[in-house]
């Protein structure tokens, strides 16, 4: 095969070249193939040594072409804050269908002052955030707008005061008044698409704007509404927003719109069918103040009398109901078909509907208080002299005196069973119904076969049905019958048949049953029951002695000698005479100082004993005073005396010795054993003062002083 000259040298050419290539990439660190300088914009942040993208190799970011690692595998190993985005749909990045497509946002190599970030509204899914892009798509001028122009600081950060900068230069005043009503939360509003802004359509709501509504601004009802449920829970009645424009002071309750419409506040028109008084015939002609006088509207009475008092030619006699003849169209204008009846507390039926005059029982004209008694009108008529009283209607009708019926179960005696087949006049005799008695015995006295032992009460064991079938109730009488007293036969109580006056004690019928021989009283149940009478149970709380301490435990023959329980003695010496120590010298009542637990422990009350003598005059030593003990001694104890001595106890340097001035007894003292005076002077010395009694030298001398 012959190869000719150019083919050698492509050979050659194909050879050399990747040796070129690759001499010259290594050489120049694979900077041939780049398509420009990498971007110079750093973030304040040091990423594995680096500041910016300017500082990296090739081989940082791209990945050898034979392996399986992406470049973007590498952007998330360097942007160790990204990763965690993926899985949150609401964060930056887990919004994208692919996160690591990290490329179709950050281009790079185009230069050290190129946008690292570049904005592509048709790559990013804004509107999953909430908010659309299609209305911020370029800006006044006509450029394109970038994610700065918003996210000023960062695009994970956005600041609401940058809506209101931006359009202060488009819409200043407007603006400026929007801010002032709903605050800078642009957002709780705002989507992008004007949902709820420029396009949002108020009549689509359940408030349609109508009339001045139309002019006024959001804030005038929404003011400070920063959200959507805000703006929403708005109220909608009138009184919300102008109670202050409200001139009815409140007369008018709160409907606004029932008179007013929202052009104008004038020309106001009330449907007074919609009051409780809708307006007909001559009303519909009357001036609102002939009724609501001093512009008075609420309160104002419905009822004729309020009004036509003074045109009531009937002088009040047919009460104050005008229209029950009248109506609204003239005073004249009295209903053809009369006055109808039915409409007072007085119905005419039967024959009274035919009385051809008022007259006849409204004599004199007199329509009010008209008496509705039958016997007003009917007390002639009455065949039964009053014996059945005064209400007619009881038996009889309006139709005719002879159709009359009587209902007995309207009286006090309903009648049942075999009386409501008896005449009448087996019980009202002579005609004679008022007064009737209704014992059974005043008809049955003859038919009464306990010839009354029973009392005359039939109906307490008998039926109206038939006199047999008897039953009686024990239990309605003032002895219940219980135990062995239910299954005892009448007889064995009731002696030949005789009920009435049965005694009811146990003793009357279980005298010859006492084993007590009466000791115990008569009272059999204080002890026993009906069910039997062993197994007795006395409480003894229950007697005037109750047992309580030793006493509870003694046997009752210690007390009630020789089984006799009635009349043993109460007191404690009856039973313990034997055991007082004291030998009756402090008397009998031994609880004044014991318990009935022992004898020991034993206290006694000194409150109120005055008269110690009775008790310690034995334990008075010789020579002491003859006095109360309680005038030095205390209860407490013999020692700790305090005596209170007028007389100085040092006279004549006695030194408290007693028996200086006491040499025989407490209770009687001498000056003489010390003062050895001639009683004749002293006498005659003592005269001269008019002083003639000298047994009581301290009376005198309190002091021990001559003077």
Not at 584 to 606: L, N, V
Not at 661 to 668: A, G, I, K, N, Q
Request: aromatic fraction near 8%; charge should be negative; proline fraction near 4%.
């Amino acid at each position: 095969m012959r190869i000719s000259g150019n083919t050698g040298i492509g050979v050659i050419a194909a050879a050399v070249t990747p040796v070129a290539v690759a001499f010259a990439a290594f050489a120049t660190g694979s900077q041939i193939f780049s398509p420009g300088p990498l971007n110079g914009e750093g973030s304040g942040q040091t990423l594995n040594g680096a500041e910016s993208h300017a500082e990296l190799q090739c081989s940082e970011c791209h990945a050898p072409f034979w392996g399986d690692e992406r470049m973007a595998d590498r952007c998330v190993a360097c942007h160790t804050d990204i990763p965690p985005e993926f899985n949150q749909v609401t964060t930056l990045h887990g919004s994208f269908e692919d996160p690591l497509a990290c490329r179709n946002c950050h281009p790079d190599h185009g230069g050290l002052d190129a946008d690292l970030t570049v904005f592509e509204p048709e790559n990013y899914p804004h509107a999953e955030f909430g908010f659309y892009l299609l209305a911020h798509l370029s800006r006044r001028d006509g450029s394109a707008f970038e994610c700065r122009d918003c996210h000023v600081d960062s695009l994970r950060t956005f600041d609401e005061f940058t809506c209101a900068e931006c359009h202060l230069e488009i819409e200043d005043y407007q603006m400026l008044q929007h801010v002032v009503d709903l605050s800078f939360n642009c957002l709780a509003c705002h989507d992008g698409i004007d949902t709820f802004g420029s396009d949002f359509d108020h009549q689509s709501t359940e408030y349609p704007l109508t009339g001045q509504h139309l002019n006024t601004s959001c804030g005038g009802c929404h003011l400070g509404a920063t959200s959507i449920e805000e703006m929403q829970s708005a109220p909608s009645d009138c009184v919300a927003c102008h109670s202050q424009d409200d001139t009815h002071e409140g007369q008018f309750a709160e409907d606004c719109a029932a008179c007013h419409s929202t052009e104008t506040w004038q020309e106001a028109t009330v449907d007074h069918d919609r009051t409780a008084f809708p307006l007909v015939g001559q009303h519909q002609e009357a001036e609102c103040l002939a009724c609501h006088v001093d512009a008075q509207w609420s309160g104002i009475p419905s009822d004729c009398a309020g009004c036509h008092t003074d045109d009531d030619v009937h002088k009040g006699k047919l009460g104050t109901d005008c229209v029950a003849c009248h109506s609204a169209q003239s005073w004249k204008d009295v209903r053809t078909d009369g006055f109808d009846h039915d409409l007072t507390g007085y119905p005419l039926t039967g024959k009274h509907v035919d009385i051809p005059a008022c007259e006849s029982c409204h004599g004199g004209g007199q329509f009010v208080d008209t008496p509705t008694q039958c016997v007003a009108c009917h007390r002639e008529d009455d065949a039964h002299n009053t014996q059945y009283g005064t209400d007619c209607e009881t038996c009889h009708r309006t139709s005719g005196w002879k159709d009359a019926s009587f209902d007995h179960n309207r009286t006090s005696f309903r009648l049942t069973g075999a009386h409501e087949s008896v005449r009448c006049e087996s019980c009202h005799t002579n005609g004679e119904y008022a007064g009737t008695p209704a014992s059974c015995v005043a008809c049955h006295a003859p038919d009464d076969v306990h010839a009354g032992s029973f009392g005359t009460d039939c109906a307490a064991c008998h039926s109206t049905t038939t006199w047999r079938g008897a039953a009686f109730d024990h239990q309605v009488t003032g002895f219940f019958l219980t135990g062995k007293h239910v299954s005892t036969a009448c007889e064995k109580c009731h002696v030949g048949g005789v009920y009435a006056g049965t005694p009811t004690r146990c003793v009357d019928c279980h005298g010859d049953d006492d084993a007590h021989s009466g000791t115990f009283g008569w009272e059999c149940a204080d002890c026993h029951a009906t069910e039997k009478w062993g197994g007795a149970a006395l409480d003894h709380n229950a007697t005037g002695f109750p047992l309580t301490g030793r006493h509870k435990d003694t046997s009752c023959e210690k007390c009630h000698v020789g089984g006799v329980y009635a009349g043993t003695p109460t007191r404690c010496v009856d039973c313990h005479g034997d055991d007082d120590a004291h030998s009756g010298t402090f008397g009998w009542e031994c609880a004044d100082c014991h318990t009935t637990e022992k004898w020991r422990g034993a206290t006694f009350d000194h409150s109120g004993q005055t008269d110690c003598q009775s008790c310690h005059g034995d334990d008075q030593p010789s020579n002491h005073y003859s006095g109360q003990c309680s005038a030095c001694h205390s209860t407490n104890s013999w020692g700790n005396v305090s005596f209170s001595h007028s007389f100085p106890l040092n006279h004549g340097g006695a030194k408290s010795e007693c028996a200086a001035c006491h040499p025989d007894s407490l209770s009687v003292y001498t000056c003489y054993e010390c003062h050895k005076h001639e009683p004749q002077k002293m006498q005659e010395k003592h005269e001269e003062k008019d002083i003639f009694d000298l047994s009581n030298c301290a009376a005198c001398h309190p002091n021990g002083k001559k003077d």
